[in-house]
Nanobody
Framework: VQLQASGGGLVQAGASLRLSCTAS??????IGWFRQAPGKEREFVGF????????DYSDSVKGRFTISGNNAKNTVYLQMDSLRPEDTAVYYC?????????????????WGQGTLVTVSS
């Protein structure tokens, strides 16, 4: 399985960006988004579980970020609105064979290369 994340860029605070993640190879059960800010650990942002179309977010992005996806196209989107400087990070998408425990990094087997999002104040 290979994943390709795209859509990052430099925006001002309050702006929006939409990231895309396209997976190739066999379908897995869930796709997650994570981010890693400079000098910090990688953290959970959100996930979509295809069965039941279950979506969840971290508290830090809930209400501002929206995940959607097309299982048939193996594509997942992360719509990011009301961006803040603290959202600045490299954003990664990852694929998991699991349907539970999807907030944890070690639930994901395959990772994309990341796309940089920079939010200026």
């Amino acid at each position: 399985v290979q994943l390709q994340a795209s859509g990052g860029g430099l925006v001002q605070a309050g702006a929006s960006l939409r990231l895309s993640c396209t997976a190739s190879g066999r379908n897995l059960h869930s796709i997650g988004w994570f981010r890693q800010a400079p000098g910090k650990e990688r953290e959970f942002v959100g996930f979509i579980r295809w069965r039941g179309n279950i979506i969840d977010y971290s508290d830090s992005v809930k209400g501002r970020f929206t995940i959607s996806g097309n299982n048939a196209k193996n594509t997942v989107y992360l719509q990011m609105d009301s961006l803040r400087p603290e959202d600045t990070a490299v954003y990664y998408c990852a694929a998991s064979p699991r349907e539970l425990g999807l907030t944890a990094l070690n639930s994901y087997r395959y990772w994309g290369q990341g796309t940089l999002v920079t939010v200026s104040s």
